[in-house]
């Protein structure tokens, strides 16, 4: 249940996704709120946090059964990521790992493939990560240089990838690569390589100085002659990755929305919270007409969000994998929730700009949603393409 909107309930959300939050919530509150500062500074979660996810029943949440996962739908996943918003995490993989990579290897790996993968994927064995960004490409994934040449039964896989997530700990990275250079989006093709220290040819370089996320493990990896099984890839054949990251952008996408949404609700939830307790002048800052007047609007632009990011959940569980929707998810959640989480850090005064502040670390974590998983620029040209 929401805590600014008590009576709100998304068309998608029924009592299962209900109890699901408060477990989330509880969960979260524990395991992952007290050891924000903490992961910051180490610039990673701990690695036993993906197995205490995976015992939580949070990894799996809309997976098959049969490899242990929930089997619910895709509000399931957006649920949790609006409870990690809400708990103020900005360090844990767990929008990449879970409703993300795990559906590319659910939705087009073959079924040995599953079986090898996904129980452990479910459990938190397996961290997951997804190298589609290179240091010369982001935006334009048809122009991609990372070459996987077949080489008997291996691909011999060259290049280099940047901004990484779960870099760090992924142990399954799917990799975006050639595998006929001639092609653009055509000789696109998708692989998944088993990232274990015996993996030769596989570096994961520095880790990276970020503006926000710092808990987050975002690194530079790198490929020379690394011999991955032809049999690691995604698809029935050669050539479908391009297909497959635009099928699955869109999830990916709305994932980003929930995120967002959670956000702004969490900063206005800070900023009531504060200017309550906060006294200026010989009154809390909350008696002050201006602050009640901008926490109003900031109040209903967040439900904004929330109606907005919700309608567009629908219209996904209802089937309509439809890019352009997702899109105006993405472009709206992330530039309302920049902006709804820089105007709450200013009721805060200093404090606001202190990281052991959750509203400080907020601004800082919110800015990349207008950049990762497709810019604010590209989903208003994914957009442009539906009118
Ligand atoms: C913290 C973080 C985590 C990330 N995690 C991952 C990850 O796990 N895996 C991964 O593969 N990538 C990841 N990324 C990369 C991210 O997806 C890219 O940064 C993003 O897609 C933009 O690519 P770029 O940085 O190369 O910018 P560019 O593509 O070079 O774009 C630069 C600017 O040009 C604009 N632009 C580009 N094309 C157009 C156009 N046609 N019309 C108008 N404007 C345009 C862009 O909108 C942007 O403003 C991550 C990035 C960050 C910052």
């Not at 068309?11 to 992952?32: G, I, M, V």
């Not at 870099?167 to 799917?174: A, I, K, M, N, P």
């Amino acid at each position: 249940m929401s805590k600014l909107f008590p009576a709100y309930r998304a068309s998608w959300e029924t009592d299962q996704h209900r109890e699901l939050r408060k477990h989330a919530a509880e969960f979260l509150s524990k395991e992952a709120t007290p050891h924000q500062e903490r992961w910051a500074r180490q610039h990673q979660v701990d690695r036993e946090f993906w197995n205490k996810l995976g015992n939580a029943g949070l990894l799996g949440l809309d997976l098959p059964e049969r490899f242990g996962g929930t089997g619910g739908d895709f509000g399931y996943s957006a649920v949790v990521a609006e409870e990690l918003a809400l708990a103020h995490d900005s360090s844990s993989g767990w929008i990449v790992h879970s409703p993300i990579v795990a559906h590319y290897i659910n939705t087009y790996g073959t079924e040995e493939q599953k079986q090898r993968w996904m129980p452990s994927i479910i459990s938190g064995d397996a961290v997951l990560a997804i190298a589609m960004t290179e240091p010369g490409t982001g935006s334009d994934l048809q122009a991609v240089r990372t070459t996987a040449v077949r080489d008997g039964s291996h691909y011999l896989i060259n290049g280099s990838k940047t901004f990484i997530s779960n870099g760090t700990h992924c142990d399954l990275l799917v990799i975006v690569a050639k595998t006929d250079p001639s092609q653009g989006a055509a000789g696109t093709s998708l692989i998944v390589a088993e990232t274990d220290d015996r993996l030769v040819g596989f570096e994961r370089g520095r880790v990276l100085e970020k503006v926000g996320q710092h808990g987050q493990d975002t690194r530079e990896l790198f490929f020379t002659d690394m011999r991955v099984p032809a049999q690691n890839l995604l698809g029935d054949k050669e050539g479908l990755g391009f297909y497959q990251l635009m099928e699955q952008l869109a999830r990916e996408r709305l994932i980003i929305a929930a995120v967002c949404a959670g956000m702004a609700e969490a900063a206005v939830l800070e900023a009531i919270r504060y200017t309550k307790q906060r006294e200026a002048f010989g009154r809390p800052l909350i008696k002050f007409q201006h602050n009640r007047f901008e926490l109003a609007e900031l109040k209903a632009e967040t439900l904004s969000i929330k109606t907005t990011v919700d309608y567009c959940i629908q219209h996904y569980i209802d089937g309509n994998n439809d890019p352009a929707t997702a899109s105006m998810a993405k472009l709206i959640a992330a530039d309302k929730a920049v902006d709804i989480v820089d105007r709450c850090v200013q009721f805060f005064g200093g404090y606001g700009y202190m990281m052991e502040y959750p509203i400080a670390r907020a601004y800082a974590a919110a800015r990349v949603n207008k950049i990762y998983g497709g810019t604010s620029e590209i989903m208003k040209e994914i957009i442009s393409r539906s009118l």
